[in-house]
C-alpha cells in the first residue's frame, strides 16, 4: 500500500470507530447502563440541548440527571446518516439525524409535552469527538430538536419484548466493565 492508501484507510477505521461509539450511546442510554454509558466520553465532554442536563453540563451532571429522568421511562434512540468529518488526525466533528421515542412509566412530568405520557422527537445530534489512544470518544454532545409529537395519555403503550437486553453480548461489552 501507498501513502495515500494508508490514509483512506486510517480515515475509514475512524469512522468505522466513531460509529461504532455512537452506535453504544444508544444503546447504553436504552437499556440504562449508565457506567458503560460513561465510558464514551470524554472527562471534560460538555452537554448542550438536552433535557437531562444544563447546558455546558459536565459529565457526572449529565449522568446524574439521564439516569434520574429515564429511571422509569421507555426509550428508543435512533441515530442514522452519520456525516464525520476529520477536522485533524484525531479529531472530527459529526452530524447524526436522530429520532428518539420516550415514554414515562408512571406520572412523571413530560416537560416537552405536557398533559401527556411521552414525546417522539426529532432532530440532529451536532457533536466533537478526539481519539484516545485507539478509542474514540464525545467531546461535545449538542442536541438540536426539529420538532417534538406528543404521545396522549389514550394512545396504547409501548409493549416490551420477550428478550431483555445481554448486557455481555458483545465481547468488547465485557471489557468495558
Known amino acids: 500500500m501507498n ?10 477505521m ?6 461504532m461509539t ?8 436504552d437499556t440504562k447502563q449508565w457506567d458503560r454509558l460513561r465510558t464514551l466520553f470524554t472527562a471534560d465532554c460538555r ?7 444544563p447546558d ?15 429511571a422509569h421511562v421507555v426509550s428508543v434512540h435512533h441515530c442514522h446518516m452519520g456525516e464525520i468529518e ?3 488526525a484525531d479529531e472530527a466533528k459529526v452530524i447524526w439525524a436522530m429520532e428518539d421515542h420516550l415514554e414515562w412509566q408512571d406520572s412523571g412530568e413530560v416537560v416537552e409535552a405536557p398533559g401527556n405520557r411521552g414525546f417522539r422527537g426529532y ?35 409501548l409493549g416490551t419484548g420477550r428478550l431483555g437486553a445481554n448486557p455481555d453480548w458483545l465481547p468488547s461489552d465485557r471489557r468495558l466493565r
Open 86 to 88: 476529520l477536522v485533524g
Open 22 to 29: 455512537k452506535a453504544r450511546y444508544c444503546r447504553f442510554v
Open 56 to 70: 455546558r453540563a459536565d459529565l457526572d451532571i449529565f449522568i446524574q440527571g439521564i439516569s434520574r429522568r429515564l
Open 3 to 12: 501513502q495515500e492508501d494508508d490514509a483512506k484507510l486510517a480515515y475509514l
Open 123 to 157: 432532530g440532529h445530534y451536532e457533536e466533537c469527538y478526539v481519539r484516545q489512544g485507539d478509542t474514540w470518544k464525545i467531546s461535545l454532545l449538542r442536541l438540536t430538536r426539529l420538532g417534538i409529537h406528543p404521545i396522549p395519555d389514550a394512545q396504547p403503550r
Open 47 to 53: 452537554f448542550e440541548g438536552l433535557g437531562s442536563a
Open 14 to 19: 475512524a469512522v468505522n470507530a466513531i460509529q
